[in-house]
């Protein structure tokens, strides 16, 4: 095709036929979401170390004697991404960091990264050892067990069952903040809610109260109904038939979505050593797509 100055453009004949009759592309690229609750304990989905390509799992038989094999296969989905927590973590509960994720407390499920303009798009944990405290056998349960909780069901449960206080946590937003450090106050670029839907699909879930600023006015709704959504929604985060826990062991990884999947922790006894990373979420769906799709479907998907 030769435009009015001169230059030359080349379409493929697939693309001309196309917008003959249509005005864009379908850019979703998408896997079919399968929603769950406590249930998913009788069969979480794993992939052994070898086998690991991407997305929500846990990985098999990770050498657990040296974190860095963990770091590679990590780095087999995509980039590590670095924060002020520094890329790679390697962690025990010293309070090395101002963040709860130090201490040995127990924590409720949350989304990490709240206060980031683009959270974390895959958060990945692997305990390399429990040490028990002195006195104790290893054998004794001592704690620790970590929770998945799956947001994305969680608010289609809470839209059927209360749908002002799904509206409510759609449309109030809220300021979020890491400032637990000195020399360190991160807040997004604007007010977010809490239930963040886009195109009418919830495309992702901000939650952790100890990242949450004030409640404002003005959004539609007073901070009084605001509160009581959350405490609904609360409500339906510790709901038995929600909660997915799981006791990580040396040579398991846990991988999964920090928009879609929340986390926690009981509490636990002893020295835990946990390693892992957060990796962005353009990096691994990128690793995603052009793991499962031939690559003009993927161009178009993206270009249009």
Not at 167 to 186: C, D, F
Not at 193 to 205: A, I, Q, T
Request: with cysteine.
């Amino acid at each position: 095709m030769l435009g009015s100055d001169g230059h030359e453009s080349n379409y493929d004949w697939d693309f001309i036929q196309h917008y003959v009759k249509e005005d864009k592309r379908d850019r979703s690229v998408t896997q079919d979401q399968h929603y769950w609750g406590a249930e998913i304990a009788s069969n979480p989905p794993t992939v052994s170390y070898n086998e690991q390509k991407y997305g929500f799992s846990f990985i098999s038989s990770t050498p657990s004697h040296d974190p860095d094999p963990t770091r590679q296969v990590l780095e087999r989905i995509a980039f590590i991404r670095l924060t002020h927590y520094g890329g790679f973590y390697d962690f025990i509960p010293d309070l090395a960091m101002a963040d709860t994720a130090y201490t040995n407390l127990a924590l409720p499920a949350h989304t990490d990264n709240t206060y980031f303009t683009d959270p974390s798009g895959l958060q990945a944990f692997h305990l390399l050892s429990h040490t028990p405290p002195p006195g104790v056998s290893a054998e004794t349960v001592q704690g620790g067990a970590s929770l998945l909780v799956d947001g994305f069901n969680a608010a289609k449960v809470l839209k059927k069952e209360d749908p002002k206080a799904y509206e409510i946590l759609t449309q109030v937003r809220l300021p979020w903040h890491a400032s637990g450090n000195a020399g360190i106050t991160i807040t997004p670029d604007r007010l977010y809610p809490v239930l963040e839907v886009v195109d009418g699909e919830l495309g992702r879930v901000r939650w952790n109260n100890d990242d949450r600023g004030v409640v404002p006015f003005g959004e539609g709704y007073t901070p009084e109904e605001w509160y009581g959504a959350a405490r609904k929604w609360d409500e339906m985060l510790r709901r038995r038939e929600s909660e997915y826990w799981v006791q990580l062991t040396p040579g398991r990884v846990l991988v999964f979505d920090n928009w879609r999947v929340m986390h926690g922790r009981s509490a636990f006894e002893g020295i835990r050593r946990i390693c892992g990373a957060y990796i962005n979420r353009d990096d691994w769906i990128s690793r995603w797509r052009n793991t499962n799709f031939d690559r003009k479907k993927v161009l178009d998907s993206v270009i249009g």
